[in-house]
Protein backbone atom coordinates (compact mmCIF):
# COMPACT_ATOMS: atom_id res chain seq x y z
CA UNK A 1 0.00 0.00 0.00
CA UNK A 2 1.37 3.32 -1.15
CA UNK A 3 1.00 6.43 1.06
CA UNK A 4 1.23 9.28 -1.09
CA UNK A 5 -0.78 13.01 -0.48
CA UNK A 6 -3.22 11.53 -3.17
CA UNK A 7 -3.34 7.95 -1.39
CA UNK A 8 -6.99 7.45 -0.36
CA UNK A 9 -5.99 5.87 3.16
CA UNK A 10 -3.40 8.20 3.97
CA UNK A 11 -6.00 10.89 3.58
CA UNK A 12 -8.23 8.61 5.50
CA UNK A 13 -5.21 8.26 8.18
CA UNK A 14 -5.56 11.91 8.77
CA UNK A 15 -9.29 12.64 9.27
CA UNK A 16 -9.21 9.35 11.92
CA UNK A 17 -8.17 11.33 15.24
CA UNK A 18 -11.18 14.02 14.25
CA UNK A 19 -13.62 11.48 13.45
CA UNK A 20 -13.25 9.96 16.85
CA UNK A 21 -13.36 13.14 18.41
CA UNK A 22 -16.65 13.76 16.27
CA UNK A 23 -14.89 17.34 15.15
CA UNK A 24 -15.22 16.76 10.78
CA UNK A 25 -17.67 18.61 9.50
CA UNK A 26 -20.73 16.26 7.70
CA UNK A 27 -19.16 16.36 4.62
CA UNK A 28 -15.77 15.57 5.97
CA UNK A 29 -17.35 12.49 8.09
CA UNK A 30 -19.38 11.53 4.63
CA UNK A 31 -16.33 10.96 3.04
CA UNK A 32 -14.53 9.06 5.55
CA UNK A 33 -17.53 6.86 6.03
CA UNK A 34 -18.17 5.99 2.62
CA UNK A 35 -14.21 5.22 2.14
CA UNK A 36 -14.35 2.87 5.44
CA UNK A 37 -16.82 1.34 4.17
CA UNK A 38 -15.18 -0.03 1.27
CA UNK A 39 -11.70 -0.29 2.99
CA UNK A 40 -11.37 -2.97 5.29
CA UNK A 41 -7.83 -2.42 5.94
CA UNK A 42 -8.27 1.24 7.17
CA UNK A 43 -11.48 0.56 8.94
CA UNK A 44 -9.71 -2.13 11.10
CA UNK A 45 -7.23 0.65 11.95
CA UNK A 46 -10.33 2.98 13.04
CA UNK A 47 -11.75 0.42 15.38
CA UNK A 48 -8.13 -0.40 16.80
CA UNK A 49 -7.82 3.31 17.41
CA UNK A 50 -11.20 3.37 19.43
CA UNK A 51 -10.33 0.37 21.55
CA UNK A 52 -6.86 1.81 22.24
CA UNK A 53 -8.63 4.59 23.58
CA UNK A 54 -11.03 2.72 25.53
CA UNK A 55 -8.24 0.26 26.80
CA UNK A 56 -6.21 3.61 28.05
CA UNK A 57 -9.34 5.72 30.03
CA UNK A 58 -9.33 1.66 31.47
CA UNK A 59 -6.05 0.79 32.35
CA UNK A 60 -4.72 3.96 34.12
CA UNK A 61 -6.94 3.81 36.60
CA UNK A 62 -5.22 3.84 39.72
CA UNK A 63 -6.98 3.85 43.25
CA UNK A 64 -6.29 6.93 45.50
CA UNK A 65 -4.35 5.79 48.71
CA UNK A 66 -7.05 5.44 51.49
CA UNK A 67 -4.04 7.50 53.57
CA UNK A 68 -4.45 10.44 50.56
CA UNK A 69 -8.02 10.62 51.35
CA UNK A 70 -7.49 10.97 55.09
CA UNK A 71 -5.07 13.67 54.76
CA UNK A 72 -6.73 15.66 52.82
CA UNK A 73 -10.23 15.13 54.92
CA UNK A 74 -7.86 17.08 57.91
CA UNK A 75 -6.87 20.11 55.25
CA UNK A 76 -10.53 21.33 56.18
CA UNK A 77 -10.62 24.60 57.98
CA UNK A 78 -12.21 24.10 61.46
CA UNK A 79 -15.45 25.62 61.70
CA UNK A 80 -14.77 28.14 64.79
CA UNK B 1 -36.77 34.36 71.00
CA UNK B 2 -34.45 37.11 70.15
CA UNK B 3 -33.48 37.05 66.09
CA UNK B 4 -30.00 36.10 65.37
CA UNK B 5 -28.30 39.53 64.76
CA UNK B 6 -27.25 39.95 61.08
CA UNK B 7 -23.79 39.06 62.49
CA UNK B 8 -24.56 36.47 63.03
CA UNK B 9 -26.42 34.61 60.33
CA UNK B 10 -23.66 36.15 58.27
CA UNK B 11 -21.28 34.27 59.50
CA UNK B 12 -23.32 30.73 60.08
CA UNK B 13 -24.15 30.98 56.49
CA UNK B 14 -20.67 31.59 55.10
CA UNK B 15 -19.94 28.70 57.41
CA UNK B 16 -22.83 26.40 55.87
CA UNK B 17 -21.31 27.52 52.15
CA UNK B 18 -17.93 26.92 53.20
CA UNK B 19 -18.60 23.09 54.72
CA UNK B 20 -20.29 22.57 51.44
CA UNK B 21 -17.87 23.67 49.48
CA UNK B 22 -15.17 21.49 51.05
CA UNK B 23 -17.50 18.12 50.73
CA UNK B 24 -18.10 18.85 46.85
CA UNK B 25 -14.16 19.21 46.21
CA UNK B 26 -13.54 15.70 48.60
CA UNK B 27 -16.09 14.63 46.93
CA UNK B 28 -14.08 14.60 43.54
CA UNK B 29 -10.23 13.83 45.00
CA UNK B 30 -10.81 10.64 43.47
CA UNK B 31 -11.15 12.10 39.84
CA UNK B 32 -8.28 15.02 41.37
CA UNK B 33 -5.86 12.00 41.92
CA UNK B 34 -6.50 10.19 38.81
CA UNK B 35 -5.35 13.40 36.62
CA UNK B 36 -2.82 13.88 39.01
CA UNK B 37 -1.35 10.96 39.02
CA UNK B 38 0.13 10.97 35.65
CA UNK B 39 0.45 15.15 35.24
CA UNK B 40 2.98 14.48 37.76
CA UNK B 41 5.90 12.30 37.35
CA UNK B 42 5.88 9.99 40.25
CA UNK B 43 3.01 8.92 42.73
CA UNK B 44 4.64 10.21 45.32
CA UNK B 45 4.40 13.56 43.67
CA UNK B 46 0.89 13.16 42.66
CA UNK B 47 0.26 13.10 46.28
CA UNK B 48 1.97 16.03 47.10
CA UNK B 49 0.72 17.96 44.53
CA UNK B 50 -3.19 16.95 45.56
CA UNK B 51 -2.45 17.99 49.06
CA UNK B 52 -1.26 21.19 48.36
CA UNK B 53 -4.07 21.83 45.46
CA UNK B 54 -6.90 20.69 48.68
CA UNK B 55 -5.00 23.18 51.52
CA UNK B 56 -5.52 25.88 48.71
CA UNK B 57 -8.81 25.60 47.57
CA UNK B 58 -9.84 25.25 51.27
CA UNK B 59 -7.74 28.71 51.77
CA UNK B 60 -9.66 30.55 48.69
CA UNK B 61 -12.53 28.93 48.70
CA UNK B 62 -14.44 32.18 48.21
CA UNK B 63 -12.71 32.72 44.87
CA UNK B 64 -14.55 29.72 43.29
CA UNK B 65 -17.74 30.66 41.31
CA UNK B 66 -20.52 28.07 42.66
CA UNK B 67 -22.72 26.65 39.90
CA UNK B 68 -19.25 26.62 37.97
CA UNK B 69 -16.76 23.58 36.94
CA UNK B 70 -15.05 22.78 40.43
CA UNK B 71 -13.38 19.97 39.03
CA UNK B 72 -11.90 22.27 36.42
CA UNK B 73 -11.40 24.88 39.19
CA UNK B 74 -9.20 22.17 41.46
CA UNK B 75 -7.28 20.72 38.47
CA UNK B 76 -5.97 24.77 37.40
CA UNK B 77 -4.83 24.89 41.12
CA UNK B 78 -2.84 21.69 40.87
CA UNK B 79 -1.35 22.64 37.07
CA UNK B 80 -0.47 26.10 38.41
CA UNK B 81 1.20 24.47 41.55
CA UNK B 82 2.51 21.79 39.40
CA UNK B 83 4.50 24.60 37.38
CA UNK B 84 5.07 26.63 40.04
CA UNK B 85 7.28 23.80 41.44
CA UNK B 86 10.17 23.72 38.61
CA UNK B 87 8.22 21.93 36.07
CA UNK B 88 7.83 24.46 33.43
CA UNK B 89 6.26 24.14 30.23
CA UNK B 90 8.87 22.77 27.35
CA UNK B 91 9.11 23.60 23.99
CA UNK B 92 9.32 19.77 23.21
CA UNK B 93 12.38 19.92 21.08
CA UNK B 94 12.75 17.30 18.17
CA UNK B 95 9.34 16.74 18.58
CA UNK B 96 9.35 15.55 14.91
CA UNK B 97 11.48 12.69 15.82
CA UNK B 98 8.90 11.46 18.24
CA UNK B 99 6.01 11.47 16.15
CA UNK B 100 4.72 8.87 14.14
CA UNK B 101 1.55 8.62 11.83
CA UNK B 102 -1.54 7.56 13.25
CA UNK B 103 -1.70 4.08 11.59
CA UNK B 104 1.72 3.02 13.30
CA UNK B 105 1.41 1.25 16.73
CA UNK B 106 -1.62 -0.91 14.92
CA UNK B 107 0.86 -1.90 12.03
CA UNK B 108 3.44 -2.48 14.55
CA UNK B 109 1.22 -4.56 16.82
CA UNK B 110 -0.15 -6.51 13.90
CA UNK B 111 3.30 -7.15 12.04
CA UNK B 112 4.46 -8.31 15.88
CA UNK B 113 2.94 -12.17 15.67
CA UNK B 114 1.61 -12.42 12.03
CA UNK B 115 -1.01 -14.09 13.04
CA UNK B 116 -4.60 -12.26 12.42
CA UNK B 117 -6.81 -10.99 15.34
CA UNK B 118 -9.85 -8.75 16.10
CA UNK B 119 -8.71 -5.52 16.07
CA UNK B 120 -10.09 -4.90 19.62
CA UNK B 121 -7.74 -7.81 20.81
CA UNK B 122 -4.78 -6.37 19.14
CA UNK B 123 -4.78 -3.59 22.45
CA UNK B 124 -4.04 -6.72 25.10
CA UNK B 125 -0.76 -6.81 23.66
CA UNK B 126 -0.54 -3.75 25.43
CA UNK B 127 0.47 -3.81 29.40
CA UNK B 128 -0.34 -1.47 32.20
CA UNK B 129 2.93 -0.79 32.87
CA UNK B 130 4.02 -0.69 28.60
CA UNK B 131 0.67 2.48 28.66
CA UNK B 132 1.79 4.14 32.16
CA UNK B 133 5.43 4.22 31.03
CA UNK B 134 5.00 5.14 27.31
CA UNK B 135 2.39 8.35 28.60
CA UNK B 136 5.13 9.44 31.13
CA UNK B 137 7.96 10.14 27.97
CA UNK B 138 5.69 11.84 26.52
CA UNK B 139 6.79 15.70 26.77
CA UNK B 140 4.64 17.52 29.57
CA UNK B 141 3.02 19.85 27.02
CA UNK B 142 1.30 17.05 25.12
CA UNK B 143 1.15 14.77 28.08
CA UNK B 144 -0.75 17.37 30.03
CA UNK B 145 -3.81 17.57 27.57
CA UNK B 146 -3.76 14.13 26.70
CA UNK B 147 -4.24 13.15 30.29
CA UNK B 148 -6.94 15.83 31.03
CA UNK B 149 -9.45 15.19 27.79
CA UNK B 150 -8.64 11.45 27.41
CA UNK B 151 -8.15 10.52 30.58
CA UNK B 152 -9.70 13.12 32.71
CA UNK B 153 -12.56 13.49 30.56
CA UNK B 154 -12.35 17.22 30.72
CA UNK B 155 -13.61 19.20 26.84
CA UNK B 156 -11.33 20.88 25.09
CA UNK B 157 -12.58 24.30 26.44
CA UNK B 158 -11.97 23.01 30.28
CA UNK B 159 -8.68 21.89 29.45
CA UNK B 160 -8.04 25.29 27.29
CA UNK B 161 -9.06 26.71 30.54
CA UNK B 162 -6.90 25.00 32.93
CA UNK B 163 -3.68 25.03 31.18
CA UNK B 164 -4.70 28.66 29.62
CA UNK B 165 -3.73 27.94 26.26
CA UNK B 166 -5.89 28.71 23.37
CA UNK B 167 -8.59 25.49 22.51
CA UNK B 168 -6.99 25.67 19.08
CA UNK B 169 -3.69 24.77 21.09
CA UNK B 170 -5.48 21.88 23.13
CA UNK B 171 -6.85 20.56 19.67
CA UNK B 172 -3.25 20.27 17.80
CA UNK B 173 -1.08 19.36 21.38
CA UNK B 174 -3.73 16.61 21.66
CA UNK B 175 -3.63 15.20 17.93
CA UNK B 176 0.22 15.00 18.14
CA UNK B 177 0.71 14.16 21.45
CA UNK B 178 -1.46 10.73 21.07
CA UNK B 179 0.85 9.87 17.76
CA UNK B 180 3.73 10.51 20.44
CA UNK B 181 2.14 8.10 22.59
CA UNK B 182 1.42 5.67 20.11
CA UNK B 183 4.89 6.03 18.95
CA UNK B 184 6.09 5.43 22.60
CA UNK B 185 3.83 2.73 22.85
CA UNK B 186 4.92 0.61 19.36
CA UNK B 187 8.56 1.25 20.41
CA UNK B 188 8.45 -0.29 24.31
CA UNK B 189 6.82 -3.86 22.04
CA UNK B 190 9.39 -3.80 19.87
CA UNK B 191 11.70 -3.54 22.84
CA UNK B 192 10.20 -6.13 24.56
CA UNK B 193 10.09 -8.31 21.46
CA UNK B 194 13.46 -8.13 21.01
Excluded at chain 2, 132 to 148: E, G, T, W
Aim: aromatic share 6%; glycine share 2%; net charge negative.
Amino acid sequence: MTHAQDDPCAHCEEMMQPYLDHILTEAERLEAESHLEECDWCRRRYRFEASLRVYVHQVVTEPMPLELKQKLAALRIPLN
Amino acid sequence: MAEASPDATRIATEARDRVRFEEEALALSDQVYRVARHLAGSKEEAEDLVQDTYARAFRSWRSFQPGTNLRAWLLRILTNLNIDRGRRSQRAPQIQALEANDYYLYDKLAESDGIPVEEERVVERLSQDDIVSALSAVPHDFRDVIVLVDIGDFSYQDAAHILDIPIGTVMSRLHRGRRILKRELADSVLEDAS
